[in-house]
T-cell receptor, first 116, second 112 residues
């Protein structure tokens, strides 16, 4: 138990569906992140939120839409996805928003997404 | 932005000590070095973190030379359950915010 909870753990959706992934952290952290991990590929950072403001978007397609209503919750809204978007989506949080201060990333267990 | 370089894969046997080295030539003065372990289908989890010299905890040691341009994760007496991908991470910053970008990591396979 890392203190970062993701739901659902598994999701199958069609290419025309709209679904959302949810992440909640119980650690009082100020920064939250979405990562994508495809089979046998490294972690790809998708979005960074610092104190509920988005500070980084690594050229992610607009069919992925993040939302951070407060510092404890993070959503990833999905619509008109492609089969190549099938992957493990990981949410993470860290105590601080700046680097160089011993920041540690805490990951959730991930949401397995399959697009059919 | 700081980048890291690690061996793609390593093999070892149960009971051996494993050392994984990470290069981070552009590490910033105030950056920490953090190592994570990832098992298949799970999120990475924290192993150890350090700034300089040597850090030891119950699962690993971290050796950082004076110039801090590299670091070595040492796993004593590995077991089959240590088979995983190991990532080293240094601080990336954009606009003052921490941008934790992982590299490819090192896939460690421990054989019986």
């Amino acid at each position: 138990e890392t203190g970062v909870t993701q739901t659902p753990r598994h999701l199958v959706m069609g290419m025309t569906n709209k679904k959302s992934l949810k992440c909640e952290q119980h650690l009082g952290h100020n920064a939250m992140y979405w990562y994508k991990q495809s089979a046998k590929k490294p972690l790809e950072l998708m979005f960074v939120y610092s104190l509920e403001e988005r500070v980084e978007n690594n050229s992610v397609p607009s069919r992925f839409s993040p939302e951070c209503p407060n510092s404890s919750h993070l959503f990833l809204h999905l619509h008109t996805l492609q089969p190549e978007d099938s992957a493990l989506y990981l949410c993470a949080s860290s105590p601080k928003t700046g680097a160089g201060t011993g920041n540690t990333i805490y990951f959730g267990e991930g949401s397995w997404l399959t697009v059919v | 932005l700081a980048k890291t370089t690690q061996p793609i894969s390593m093999d070892s046997y149960e009971g051996q000590e494993v050392n994984i080295t990470c290069s981070h030539n552009n590490i910033a003065t105030n950056d920490y070095i953090t190592w994570y372990q990832q098992f298949p289908s799970q999120g990475p989890r924290f192993i150890i973190q350090g700034y300089k010299t040597k850090v030891t905890n119950e699962v690993a040691s971290l050796f950082i030379p004076a110039d801090r341009k590299s670091s070595t994760l040492s796993l004593p007496r590995v077991s089959l359950s240590d088979t995983a991908v190991y990532y080293c991470l240094v601080g990336d910053v954009s606009g003052g915010s921490y941008i934790p970008t992982f590299g490819r990591g090192t896939s460690l396979i421990v054989h019986p």
